[in-house]
Every structure is written in C-alpha cells, then in structure tokens.
C-alpha cells in the first residue's frame, strides 16, 4: 500500500465536465465535502477520473489475475458484504475455505492421513501468509532455544537476494537479521550451497523461491534440502525450509510435477500461494499451508467469541472480504486439475512463441528460464546508445506496461525487461507486442544516444575553475539520462505536431 501524499502543484479542488448536469461546484481533493452530491454524479466524477488507468490486460508487468468468467463475478458481488472472519454467521463461506486448504494440502503432496484435516488458512496475499509463516518459524526456534538453556535475542532467516520485498518487511517487522545469498551475472537466484553455508543456530529458517519474481526460475528447493539435511545431521541443528510459491504453487503440480520442491521433501515445513496470480483469482487472496498440526505453534492461534461461538483465528488482520476465498473454491471445481493444467500450458505455450518472435529480432538476450514461471526476462545485447528503461518508458505509447530494472546484488549490472504471460495473454497479443518492440527499436535508431545526454556539474562560479564531481550509484545515473533523454523525446514530439 503506497504512502498517501498530496501533489502540491495540482488543482485543490476535483472537476468533472459530464457531472456538471448534477452539480456545478467544484469538490475539494483532499478534504471530505461539506454537502452531499447526487450518487449519478458521484458516479460520473469517480469514473472520469479512472479512465486514465492503465488497462489492466496489457499490464505485463503484474502476476495477478486480470479476468475471471462472469458466472465468479456474479458470485463475487453476491459475497460482496459477506464478513469472511464472522464463521458463525458465515458457516459455509467458513467450509468453503476450509476445502480449499484441503485441495491445496493435497496439491502439495502433504502428508495428510485418510480423514486428517490439513493445517493452513486464506490470507489477503502471499505477504500475509509469509508473515504468518515466518512468525511460526521464530515461535519454534526460540521454544526450542528455550528449552535448550540459549539466547534467544539474535535469529535469522536465509534467503537469495532475489526475494520479494515482503521478505524484507517480515525481517523488520518482526526484528529477524535477513542473510541474502548474492546473485551473480549469469545466476539470478539463490545458490543452495551458498545458502546453506550461510545458515547456523540461530537461522530460523531458508527460505526458497518457486518461482522468482525476476525471471520465473524455480530454485532448485530438492538440492536445498539435501544439503541442509547433510548440515543438520552434522551440528544436531533442525534447521527447516519454507517454500515461497507465490507465483509457481499453481503452475509446478500441473506441468511440472516431476520436479521435487513441496512436502515431499521432509525439511519442508511450510509453503505459501497466491490465489490471485496463477490460482486465477481476483487480487486479494493467499495460501499457507503447514506440512503439520505441529509445525504451527498453538500459541499463535486466538481463540474469541464476540461474534458468536469459539472460533480460532491466525490471522495478521481480522475483518476482510469472503469474495475472493469464494471465487477461489469456484475455480478448483471449475476448472479441476484439467482445466487447470490446460490453463498452464497455455501460458507456456504463448511464452515460448513470445521467447521465439524476441529471439528473432537479433537484439536481446533471454534471461529467463523454460521451466518456470511463464514469462519472458530479456535485455539488450547492445545497450551502449539506448537502454531498457527506454524501451520500457516507449513501449506505453503503444499501450504495454512492460517493466524495467536492475538486477539485485551482486548482478546489479544486468537491466532486464519482463512480460508475465497470464491466462488472458493470447498469441495474437504476443505476436503484436513482438511488432511492436520492432517499430520501438527502429524509433530508437533515430534518435541520439543516451550517451550524449550525460550531465557533468561544474562550478562554473568558482574562480579556481574546480570542478565538482558528484558520485552517482549506477542506477541514479541511468535515471537520470533517462530523464534528460524523455524530456527530449516529448520536446520532439511537440515538434511533430500530431493532430
């Protein structure tokens, strides 16, 4: 959630030409209305506003879902006032989400009896349900710590420094040193020898990624464990692996299940999903499901009964929507493990035909990987005269939002571009996107180098003629000749005069 900020050279009040048939005075931006308005104007006003939003289908830079069937709509609205916490009053929505962690246990190869109910529960997003995790990794450690007679004031949690900022809030938040193995040029994510070297007594957990947000690739979690096995039997330490599946937990069971990464792996203890990338849902809801009853502390499950009969709860918020954990229970017996499977394919079928028609301009290299999450990670070969972050800010003439930026350490030289390849991203919009590319790439040919835009800042008063030089890091510099550079590229289409 972004901070909220005024924009001090903007209008302080909100206008609205087509509204004007209902009201005619303007309404303050930043202060509530002293007077009512009529709700067609409300409306009318509120609409006008949100059409500059960018479209949500030609969004390539989000993982989250874009469309569902009208038949999940009409039952989104109809849950639309349903409290999701309020069990007793909402028992079924409560069942519902209930069989939902079942399905998704069993999707992960949880080891679960003939008629033993799985551990886990619907969160808002991968976020929650990471903090959630975390929390219970720390209880543990510092119960075992306890017991054992030792400190309990310095835990740790390893990670690839290519981890979602959700990681990093968990670790300050909740006061854990967050230890990240660096990438390097030609690998983006975590190195499990590395990682594993990393961990002592007081790491509460490594955490691994199915699915990097950077560029798809699953990290290899059987390797992980293997390793960290070989250490635990060494030091007498029980050191776990949680699995971040974000993005990867709906795709890896359908069109990967050969590959080992859930609770077939027994130092696996938790993974957490998101309902709303690849499990097909709306924004706004997550998975976390424990591999036991006793890898979930009950000290961190509340018990109340204001709002009828006992009812736990672990959650890090209490009131929320029941529509998304309805939606989600839709699509599993809607679609099923065929539709979903289908679905997959899909996605990496229309990847591998974005991977192609890019590969085929001559001018980029593939960054991501096959096996992984569907989408395409690429940069330029030759990006001395122009850089991504161009190709990037260009791309939104045409409508795409196709995201640019920096790898994290130690690989921060490598710029990248990434386009998510989600179920409503057909061929025919990737091979456009690919044309579109070309006619970018052919603009840029045109214009000057970025090179020619660098800033150099000279005491020009100084008698002495020094000369100030001022440290930029790698990524401010790149800023800041993109800046330079658009404020040419929008003084050449004043130039133009298209009308």
């Not at 800023?479 to 658009?486: A, D, K, L, Q, S």
């Amino acid at each position: 959630m972004a901070l909220s900020k005024t924009a001090l050279d903007t209008d302080l009040s909100v206008h609205s030409t087509f509204a004007s048939r209902y009201v005619r005075a303007s309404l303050p931006r930043f202060r509530m209305p002293e007077n009512s308005i009529p709700k067609e104007a409300a409306y009318q006003i509120i609409n006008d506003e949100l059409m500059l939003d960018g479209n949500p289908r030609l969004n390539l830079a989000s993982f989250v879902t874009t469309w569902m069937e009208p038949e999940c709509d009409k039952l989104i609205m109809a849950a639309i006032n349903k409290n999701y916490v309020d069990m007793d009053e909402y028992p079924v929505t409560t069942e519902l989400q209930n069989r939902c962690v079942n399905m998704i246990a069993h999707l992960f190869n949880a080891p679960l009896g003939e008629s033993e109910a799985a551990i886990g529960v619907g969160t808002v997003g991968s976020s929650e349900a990471i903090m959630l995790a975390g929390l219970a990794f720390k209880r543990k450690w510092q119960n075992r710590r306890k017991a054992e007679g030792k400190p309990i004031d310095n835990p740790n949690i390893v990670t690839g420094a290519n981890v979602q900022v959700c990681w990093e809030k968990f670790a300050r938040y909740f006061e854990v040193e967050l230890k990240e193995v660096k990438l390097r040029e030609d690998y983006f994510v975590m190195d499990p020898e590395k990682a594993v070297e990393m961990v002592d007594e007081n790491t509460i957990c490594v955490a691994a990624i199915l699915g990097s947000t950077l560029n798809g690739e699953f990290e290899d979690v059987k390797r992980l464990n293997d390793l960290l096995v070989e250490k635990n039997q060494e030091t007498g330490w029980d050191t776990p692996i949680h699995v971040d599946a974000a993005s990867g937990g709906f795709i890896a069971p359908f069109i990967y299940p050969e590959i080992e990464w859930d609770f077939r792996l027994p130092l696996v203890k938790s993974i957490n999903v998101s309902g709303h990338k690849y499990g097909l849902v709306y924004a706004g809801i997550g998975w976390v499901i424990w591999r036991s009853k006793e890898d979930l502390p009950e000290e961190l499950i509340f018990h109340i009964n204001y709002l009828g009969a006992d009812q736990p709860t672990f959650t890090l918020n209490f009131s929320k929507g029941s529509s998304q954990v309805i939606a989600q229970y839709y699509q599993l017996i809607r679609l099923g493990y065929e539709g979903y499977k289908n679905v997959m394919e899909n996605c990496r079928d229309n990847m591998l035909v974005l991977k192609e028609g890019i590969e085929k301009t001559g001018r980029f290299n593939i960054v991501s990987k096959d096996v992984g999450v569907p989408l395409v990670a690429f940069s330029l070969k030759d990006n001395k005269l122009h850089n991504e972050f161009e190709l990037s800010d260009m791309l939104r003439r045409f409508g795409w939002i196709v995201p640019a930026y920096t790898m994290p350490p130690d690989a921060q030289n490598v710029t990248v571009l990434r386009v998510v390849i989600r179920e409503d991203f057909s061929r025919t919009l990737a091979e456009r996107l690919v044309n579109d590319i070309q006619k970018v790439l052919h603009e840029l040919e045109t214009l000057p180098s970025r090179l020619s835009a660098r800033i150099s800042i000279t005491d020009s008063d100084d008698k002495d003629h020094n000369t100030v030089v001022v440290k930029k890091t790698t990524l401010e510099t790149q800023r800041e000749i993109t800046t330079v550079w658009r404020k040419f590229v929008m003084e050449r289409k004043k130039m133009n005069g298209v009308c």
